[in-house]
T-cell receptor, first 115, second 116 residues
Framework: KNQVEQSPQSLIILEGKNCTLQCNYTVSPFSNLRWYKQDTGRGPVSLTI?????NTKSNGRYTATLDADTKQSSLHITASQLSDSASYICVVSAMNSGGYQKVTFGTGTKLQVIP | KAGVTQTPRYLIKTRGQQVTLSCSPI?????VSWYQQTPGQGLQFLFE???????NKGNFPGRFSGRQFSNSRSEMNVSTLELGDSALYLC???????????????FGPGTRLTVL
């Protein structure tokens, strides 16, 4: 069964500090991995997308890494800001036999940045 | 460029009723995917439409159905509503259907459905 597990479930950090969120998956055959940021009451916003051949991708203060061998990804947030408070969702896609993706979502990490 | 729009934003229905939700993708996008988000289950994939054809389907009962029009707008219908259908329903659009290229999906704000 395709699964995506995220840790920690929730995290509180001080403004200005760095943090790293983890995503482990068992999805196969792997197609791509995405990180989304979702503010309360709003739809998710794409942060990064990585395919099999990519192991690092940055988007401003967000840097995602991917280790396809160990099936792990991390999202590193540098110099956190209050606006980073949100849920971060890891989404992994597998390619099905019809050539289309099957997406599996992690349950997310709820990040709270405090002053 | 306008983003993905969903209507209505909020909806209250009673058990047994049916509901239709609407999604207008970003101009030029031909793929629309639907998701259900609940506190307990997180985000779950419902189905994806591309060029008026359902290309991909998640594990939801047949009460959940959808369609896409020639202008790429999509509707999702839920019949015989159950209490457990209360959720945030999100749609996302992308320029092409899901592929290994990792096309970016852009989400709408969602429709909050409450079933009483």
């Amino acid at each position: 069964k395709n699964q995506v597990e995220q840790s920690p479930q929730s995290l509180i950090i001080l403004e200005g500090k760095n943090c790293t969120l983890q995503c482990n998956y068992t999805v196969s055959p792997f197609s791509n991995l995405r990180w989304y940021k979702q503010d309360t009451g709003r739809g998710p916003v794409s942060l990064t997308i990585m395919t099999f051949s990519e192991n690092t991708k940055s988007n401003g203060r967000y840097t995602a890494t991917l280790d396809a061998d160990t099936k792990q990804s991390s999202l590193h947030i540098t110099a956190s800001q209050l606006s980073d408070s949100a849920s971060y969702i890891c989404v992994v896609s597998a390619m099905n036999s019809g050539g289309y993706q099957k997406v599996t979502f992690g349950t997310g990490t709820k990040l709270q940045v405090i002053p | 460029k306008a983003g993905v729009t969903q209507t209505p934003r909020y909806l209250i229905k009673t058990r047994g009723q049916q509901v239709t939700l609407s999604c207008s993708p970003i101009s030029g996008h031909r793929s629309v995917s639907w998701y259900q988000q609940t506190p307990g289950q997180g985000l779950q994939f419902l189905f994806e439409y591309f060029s008026e054809t359902q290309r991909n389907k998640g594990n939801f009962p047949g009460r959940f159905s959808g369609r896409q029009f020639s202008n790429s707008r999509s509707e999702m219908n839920v019949s015989t509503l159950e209490l457990g259908d209360s959720a945030l329903y999100l749609c996302a659009s992308s320029s092409y259907y899901s592929s290994g290229s990792g096309d970016t999906q852009y989400f709408g704000p969602g429709t909050r459905l409450t079933v009483l």
